[in-house]
C-alpha cells in the first residue's frame, strides 16, 4: 500500500513556497530516495508524472516530486500557472536553490520521514530544463549518488534571444511566450537572461556533465521535436562514464499528455522509468 503526502508546503529562499509530493511504501525501513525535477512550464502534477512515482515507490523507493517555487504555480493551485508574475521572476540560480533546498530538507534530522529514506542515497532525475539543473546540482553537491536525466537540455545560452531579438527584451524588460496549452503569455523578465550571464561557468550544463563521477544515466528519444537527441548525446560526449539510452521513436515526454486520464502509463514512459528503476538499484 502506497502512502502518499500530496503538497507539502516548505520554505525556499526567495519569498516563494516549494510544494512537494511524497510517494513510498511505509515499511519503516530506510530506502534511496528519488528526488524528480520537472522542466520549462512544467509541474510535479503534469500528466504522468504520479504514475511514474507510483511506479518508483512499488519498486522500494522513496519518491518525491515538487513545484519550483517560481514555476507559476501557487500553494492554493499548484497546477498551471495563476502565478505569471511568479513565473516571470524565475531564473536557474533560484531554481538551483529551490533543489538544494529540497535536499536540506530530506537530510535535516528532523525529516519527517526520517525512518523511511537512506539521506545517503539520493538519486536526482531531471526532465527537459529540470535535467540541465539536476546535472548542475549533482556536479556540486556530494549528497546526490547518481544522475539521471529524461530528455534533458544540453545548453542553456543558446535558447536565449540574439541580435535585435535580445536588445528589444533589454528595451522592454520583458518578453512573452505563449504557453500551447493554457494559452497564456508567459512573462520572462531580463533579469532571466542577466542572471545567466552573471553566472555563466556555474550554469553551462556541459561543464557540469564533465565533473560528474557518480553514476550518470542520459536518457532521450529519437524522435524529441522539443530537445533534439543530437543535445543527450552531446551531454554523453562530455562524459566518458556516462550511459546513454535512447528510446526509438520517442517524443519529448515519452508518450505522456496533459491532462492524463488513464491509469497505465504510455509505452514509452513506462520503458524509461523501468530502465531508470534498474539503474538506481544497481
Known amino acids: 500500500m502506497i502512502s502518499i503526502d500530496k503538497n507539502i508546503n516548505i ?9 512537494i ?3 513510498y511504501n511505509e515499511t519503516r525501513t530506510p530506502k534511496p530516495v528519488i528526488v524528480f525535477c520537472h522542466g520549462y512550464k512544467g509541474f510535479k502534477d503534469w500528466g504522468a508524472w504520479d504514475l511514474v512515482a ?3 515507490a512499488n519498486a522500494g523507493f522513496f519518491f518525491i516530486k515538487f513545484n519550483f517555487s ?37 537530510t535535516a534530522p528532523g525529516f519527517n520521514f526520517k525512518k523511511e529514506v537512506k539521506s545517503k542515497d539520493i538519486i536526482l532525475i531531471g526532465h527537459s530544463r529540470g535535467g540541465g ?6 556536479a556540486e553537491d556530494s549528497r546526490v549518488s547518481k544522475l539521471i536525466t529524461w530528455a534533458s537540455v544540453s545548453d542553456y545560452e543558446s535558447r536565449f534571444p540574439k541580435g535585435e531579438a535580445l ?15 493554457t494559452k497564456q503569455q508567459m512573462p520572462h523578465y531580463f533579469q532571466f537572461y542577466t542572471t545567466f550571464i552573471a553566472h555563466k561557468e556555474r550554469l553551462t550544463i556541459t561543464n557540469a556533465a564533465q565533473q560528474i563521477q ?37 517524443d519529448h ?30
Open 11 to 19: 520554505v525556499g529562499r526567495h519569498q516563494k513556497p516549494i510544494l
Open 21 to 23: 509530493d511524497v510517494f
Open 54 to 56: 507510483r511506479m518508483f
Open 70 to 106: 517560481h514555476n507559476g504555480g501557487t500553494a492554493e493551485q499548484p497546477i498551471d500557472f495563476p502565478d505569471l508574475e511568479a513565473f516571470g521572476q524565475n531564473n536557474f540560480i533560484k531554481e538551483l536553490d529551490d533543489l538544494e533546498t529540497v535536499i536540506n530538507w530530506i
Open 133 to 138: 539543473i539536476a546535472t548542475i546540482k549533482a
Open 167 to 181: 536588445e528589444e527584451w533589454q528595451s522592454n524588460g520583458v518578453m512573452y511566450v505563449q504557453n500551447g496549452r
Open 214 to 250: 557518480i553514476p550518470y544515466l542520459i536518457i532521450h528519444g529519437t524522435a524529441d521535436p522539443t530537445v533534439s537527441v543530437q543535445e543527450g548525446k552531446d551531454i554523453h560526449s562530455c562524459n566518458a562514464n556516462s550511459e546513454l539510452f535512447l528510446i526509438e521513436g520517442a
Open 253 to 282: 515526454v515519452f508518450g505522456a499528455k496533459h491532462p492524463w486520464d488513464r491509469n497505465d502509463l504510455p509505452k514509452n514512459l513506462e520503458i524509461i522509468t523501468k530502465k531508470s528503476i534498474d539503474f538506481a538499484n544497481f
